[in-house]
């Protein structure tokens, strides 16, 4: 396998953090209570499988010898890998503390709906991304090893396969998380889904090129690109 310069996935990596973000807003229940009924199960089930898409990435990443035997939030030496992981970790956290109204000590995304609109936009997004460095910590302790053994059989495997069977895997396991998360049963999910899209079907295929189309592509054309330099060399 290949190995890739981080700065040559920057690209891949900066449109999945934004992305990420972009999912992290539709939580924020008055911005929810604007959208169309289909945008919040669509976007929830494209958020596991571009992030095991990002895992594929990252493993094919080369931080350089120096990060050898460096703990794992020491040694992701690029800062469009770090959001991109950070940012998709904190959508699945909110998930399941807004599902059940819970919070993990300080962290309560659930503001109080006595507050002011502007004072409860700013409560979510103090407890979102306002803590990136920590959900950054927990992202690398919890989520990077688990996208990395799932990664590894992949590497072995065409680009363009790799990323598709990342898809796939990550929609798979996306589904069963989501589903308890949510306290719902996989097939019930799955059929959910598959009935929001016959419903609305140009804004799920949009969403869902959005979210997974665009990065695939941005992903496999950089990585491409660094491929077909190096064997120039």
């Given at each position: 396998m290949t190995k890739l310069q981080p700065e040559k996935l920057a690209p891949y990596f900066l449109f999945a953090a934004f992305i990420?973000?972009?999912?992290?807003?539709?939580?924020?229940d008055t911005l929810a209570a604007t959208l169309p009924d289909v945008v919040a199960p669509i976007v929830m089930a494209t958020q596991f499988p571009l992030l095991v898409l990002s895992g594929y990435f990252e493993s094919r990443l080369d931080y350089g010898e120096q990060t050898a035997g460096m703990p794992k939030w020491m040694s992701i030496r690029s800062k469009?890998?770090?959001l991109a992981l950070t940012f998709g970790f904190i959508y699945l956290v909110l998930i399941p503390l807004q599902t059940w109204?819970?919070?993990?000590?300080p962290l309560d995304p659930t503001p109080?709906?006595?507050?002011?609109?502007?004072?409860?936009a700013m409560w979510f997004a103090?407890?979102?991304v306002g803590m990136v460095f920590p959900f950054y910590m927990a992202a690398t302790s919890l989520l990077v090893p688990v996208l990395r053994v799932i990664a590894f059989p992949m590497q072995r495997l065409p680009p363009?396969?790799?990323s598709l069977l990342a898809l796939t895997v990550g929609f798979a396991i996306g589904t069963f998380v989501l589903a308890l998360s949510t306290e719902q049963a996989a097939g019930d999910l799955i059929r959910a889904l598959a009935a929001q899209y016959k419903a609305n079907p140009a804004v799920g295929i949009a969403i869902s090129v959005l979210t997974t189309g665009i990065p695939l592509v941005i992903g496999l054309v950089r990585g491409k690109a660094k491929d077909?330099?190096?064997h120039l060399r």
């Open positions: 990420h973000l972009l999912a992290i807003a539709t939580r924020f469009p890998v770090k109204n819970i919070s993990i000590g109080p709906e006595a507050f002011p609109q502007a004072q409860r103090m407890f979102s363009a396969l790799g077909a330099s190096s």
